[in-house]
């Protein structure tokens, strides 16, 4: 088992869907979490950092955080065209520790 | 301001070649790490830097890699007889000593033929 997991896609959604993006993680340690975006042929960008268990909201994006079952989500209201790419989730213990990424969701969002 | 940058931007080599790769952190960053993403895939720790010493390296997958970051700036990994399994894009990342958010660079794309 990976320590990381998240469905590949790719996840086809019409323009204004709510998405949900999910990865569900095995080490118990983890209490560091963030979701990256990613563009095609680009690094990745920060767009959720999240301490322990709870929600966090930041305009349309909404990070979950549900420790107890090692599952944290990723919510994006209104999706757009412009919000296709690969989403990424990632997490660490302490600080200082290295990130252990998951591989990915390619997600389009179609006109 | 700058942001992380990455050079080259791409390197095409030959197996068995050596090749270097930049990475020029975000100024005032004190932490700075180098992943390697395969193609579908995350990316995958290689080698943390705190100041100018490795404080992990762990990820670094034989000695055929080696990183260095001798002022506490700019780093450079360097791959020595490069094999075609090395293809991939290598990113580097930093961050202040202060914060775990970590801000990436645009990633070299490195082939091996």
């Known amino acids: 088992q990976k320590e990381v997991e998240q469905d590949p896609g790719p996840l086809s959604v019409p323009e204004g869907a709510i998405v949900s993006l999910n990865c569900t993680y095995s080490?118990?340690?983890?209490?560091?979490f963030m979701w990256y975006r990613q563009y095609s042929r680009k690094g990745p960008e920060l767009l959720m950092y999240t301490y322990s268990s709870g929600n966090k909201e930041d305009g349309r994006f909404t990070a979950q955080v549900d420790k107890s079952s090692k599952y944290i989500s990723l919510f994006i209201r209104d999706s757009q065209p412009s919000d296709s790419a690969t989403y990424l989730c990632?997490?660490?213990?302490?600080?200082?520790?290295?990130?252990?990424f998951g591989p990915g969701t390619r997600l389009s969002v179609l006109p | 301001g700058a942001g992380v940058s990455q050079t080259p931007s791409n390197k095409v080599t030959e197996k068995g070649k050596y090749v270097e790769l930049r990475c020029d952190p975000i100024s005032g960053h004190t932490a700075l790490y180098w992943y390697r993403q395969s193609l579908g895939q995350g990316p995958e720790f290689l080698i943390y830097?705190?100041?100018?010493?490795?404080?992990?390296d762990s990820g670094l997958p034989n000695d055929r890699f080696f990183a260095v970051r001798p002022e506490g700036s700019v780093s450079t990994l360097k791959i020595q007889r490069t094999e075609r399994g090395d293809s991939a894009v290598y990113l580097c990342a930093s961050s202040t000593d202060r914060e775990q958010t970590q801000y990436f660079g645009p990633g070299t794309r490195l082939l091996v033929l």
């Open positions: 830097f705190q100041g100018t010493g490795a404080a992990d």
């Open positions: 990632a997490m660490n213990g302490n600080y200082g520790q290295n990130f252990v």
């Open positions: 080490n118990s340690a983890f209490q560091y």
